[in-house]
């Protein structure tokens, strides 16, 4: 019976030691996912970023032309004599 105890215990101590082994293993590779996944986000967080800065830089432009226009075709209206009315 000693020696079935002692057989018993040898197997627990190595299953155990097989379950420390697999955790570690596991804690490395859930570690491995963190880091990649918080990579991701970062670079994600700076294409958006990008992304609506260069928007707004555009925007920006196309109201600066719009308004470039408007006063180009003010000021040609105003100069060109056939666009005034007779009353």
Known sequence: MNASVKGLNDRLHQASGHMEQRIEEFNALMEVIQGEAEG???KTAA????????AQKLSKAARM???RTEASDQEADANDPASESFE
């Not at 294409?47 to 260069?54: D, L, N, S």
């Open 40 to 42: 991701a986000f970062i």
């Open 47 to 54: 294409a958006v970023r990008g992304v609506k800065e260069g």
């Open 65 to 67: 032309k719009t308004r």
